[in-house]
């Protein structure tokens, strides 16, 4: 699995640390949610299907532990790492009894967080890589916490097309066969976006970004998500 495959979540309440890690993350390859606060991570929609969180256990209002708590028990599958200056022996089995994969002590370089996240993301399992699901027989779309959506004859075409593509990218003309559309017609453009948008919209009600489908101006389309077809 490549970096640019894993999402993060980021939950640190020292605003300048946050962002030289949120940074550090993004520069190498990371997809980055970061937050300040439990309770603002608990809000973000996409935060509990991130892959691996890593979190502050001393946090303003509701502590790290409690969060990770939250996030094993709306994605058992997520991975844990928790950053803290609280050491002792006594500090690290709570930690690890609230769910952590690794405690990892304070300061610590962005090359060796880098370095526990491979490690861990290597031992995760499999599909904890993976953002939907999508069963050929149903036409079922879903996530890791089980949500889940119907999707029509079309888009179920358009999502495998995409999904089996060379970088999951498509042109037009190349979505226009796999729809049966006439790839000369001058509103195929047009008739493509109200289509690939019927299939975003259906995405997002499974709580993926708006943006898994990403318009390549004047190519066609790109799917920006991992899919498991099963």
């Given at each position: 699995m490549s970096e640019k495959s894993l999402n993060l979540l980021l939950v640190e309440d020292h605003l300048a640390l946050r962002e030289v890690l949120a940074e550090s993350l993004v520069d190498f390859g990371y997809q980055v949610r970061a937050f300040e606060s439990a309770e603002d991570a608990l809000v973000d929609e996409l935060a509990e299907s991130c892959h691996i969180a890593i979190l502050d256990v001393n946090l303003p209002g509701e502590d790290g532990l409690y969060l990770a708590n939250q996030l094993r028990l709306k994605n058992?599958?997520?991975?844990?790492?928790?950053?803290?200056?609280?050491?002792q022996v006594a500090d690290r089995l709570s930690g690890y009894e609230a769910g952590a994969d690794l405690y990892l002590p304070k300061p610590i370089s962005p090359?060796?967080?880098?370095?526990?996240?491979?490690?861990l993301s290597r031992r995760l399992p499999i599909d904890a890589n993976i953002d939907v699901f999508f069963n050929l027989f149903s036409s079922e779309l879903s996530n890791a916490q089980n949500d889940s959506v119907i999707l029509s004859d079309e888009e179920s075409r358009l999502l495998i097309a995409l999904s089996q593509a060379a970088k999951q990218q498509l042109e037009f003309w190349e979505l226009a066969e796999s729809l049966g559309l006439d790839v000369e017609n001058i509103n195929l453009r047009t008739t493509l976006e109200k289509r690939i948008s019927r299939l975003r919209k259906k995405l997002t009600q499974i709580n993926q970004s708006s943006t898994s489908i990403k318009s390549i101006r004047g190519v066609g389309y790109q799917l920006t998500l991992s899919i498991k077809l099963q």
């Amino acid at each position: 699995m490549s970096e640019k495959s894993l999402n993060l979540l980021l939950v640190e309440d020292h605003l300048a640390l946050r962002e030289v890690l949120a940074e550090s993350l993004v520069d190498f390859g990371y997809q980055v949610r970061a937050f300040e606060s439990a309770e603002d991570a608990l809000v973000d929609e996409l935060a509990e299907s991130c892959h691996i969180a890593i979190l502050d256990v001393n946090l303003p209002g509701e502590d790290g532990l409690y969060l990770a708590n939250q996030l094993r028990l709306k994605n058992p599958r997520i991975g844990i790492i928790f950053l803290t200056v609280r050491n002792q022996v006594a500090d690290r089995l709570s930690g690890y009894e609230a769910g952590a994969d690794l405690y990892l002590p304070k300061p610590i370089s962005p090359d060796e967080l880098h370095a526990a996240i491979k490690a861990l993301s290597r031992r995760l399992p499999i599909d904890a890589n993976i953002d939907v699901f999508f069963n050929l027989f149903s036409s079922e779309l879903s996530n890791a916490q089980n949500d889940s959506v119907i999707l029509s004859d079309e888009e179920s075409r358009l999502l495998i097309a995409l999904s089996q593509a060379a970088k999951q990218q498509l042109e037009f003309w190349e979505l226009a066969e796999s729809l049966g559309l006439d790839v000369e017609n001058i509103n195929l453009r047009t008739t493509l976006e109200k289509r690939i948008s019927r299939l975003r919209k259906k995405l997002t009600q499974i709580n993926q970004s708006s943006t898994s489908i990403k318009s390549i101006r004047g190519v066609g389309y790109q799917l920006t998500l991992s899919i498991k077809l099963q």
